[in-house]
């Protein structure tokens, strides 16, 4: 079944420590983006990425990190998370840039 | 640059009622447009798309989206909605020539069909 899987799905972690949220996809797809969704903003791409080894910032990406050293495999990084990063994050892929995004099921990230 | 507007953040409507989620969009090149669907703690879905050719496209559940060049709209619509359509829908453009793989969305609208 195509698909992309994030993990985890619910994450309360604390001020400060580290974290990764981790995305794969079975599909072949060069791309390959992260998403965060928060109320009355709709969703707001953070990074994407175009092949392996390429990676280039959206719109917010501020306190994120990735990296895409495989092509199914595209990982969030928060190397210091605050509570302003709380958010329902997406990882999406698409084969083209005109192709269909296929969504994860979400992360719901919460900082305290 | 571009940017989407979709002016409703609820729309409540009936069931077997008509309903029209409007999409406006902005951008200095061409473009194609996706209307995405969120059903409660879920991810999102492609309802459908239009990239080119007839500007009326469709969905296999009944919704249907026109593209409007003039207009710069992309209005998603069904003649008869049903319980199962509750959910957020969110329009989306990606530019298509170069622009890499950014995908821009509206801040959604939230449908909530009622009996």
């Known amino acids: 079944e195509a698909q992309v899987t994030q993990n985890p799905r619910y994450l309360i972690t604390v001020t400060g420590k580290k974290l990764t949220v981790t995305c794969s996809q079975n599909?072949?797809?060069?791309?390959m983006s992260w998403y965060r969704q928060d109320p009355g903003l709709g969703l707001r791409q953070i990074y994407y990425?175009?092949?392996?080894?390429?990676?280039d910032k959206g719109d917010v990406p501020e306190g994120y990190k990735v990296s895409r050293k495989e092509k199914r495999n595209f990982p969030l990084i928060l190397e210091s998370p605050s509570p302003n990063q709380t958010s329902l994050y997406f990882c999406?892929?698409?084969?083209?840039?005109?192709?269909?995004?296929?969504f994860g099921q979400g992360t719901r990230l919460t900082v305290v | 640059a571009q940017s989407v507007t979709q002016l409703d953040s609820q729309v409540p409507v009936f069931e077997e009622a008509p309903v029209e989620l409007r999409c406006n969009y902005s951008?200095?090149?061409?473009?194609?447009l996706f209307w995405y669907v969120q059903y409660p703690n879920q991810g999102l879905q492609l309802l459908l798309k239009?990239?080119?050719?007839?500007?009326l496209v469709e969905s296999i559940n009944g919704f249907e989206a026109e593209f409007n060049k003039s207009q710069t709209s992309f209005h998603l619509r069904k003649p008869s909605v049903h319980i199962s359509d509750t959910a957020e829908y969110f329009c989306?453009?990606?530019?298509?020539?170069?622009?890499?793989?950014?995908?821009?969305f509206g801040t959604g609208t939230q449908l909530k069909v009622e009996l």
């Open positions: 951008s200095s090149v061409s473009v194609y």
């Open positions: 990425s175009m092949n392996v080894e390429v990676t």
């Open positions: 999406a892929s698409s084969p083209t840039p005109g192709g269909q995004a296929f």
């Open positions: 599909m072949n797809h060069e791309y």
């Open positions: 239009y990239l080119s050719g007839s500007t």
């Open positions: 989306a453009v990606r530019q298509n020539t170069g622009g890499g793989n950014k995908l821009t």
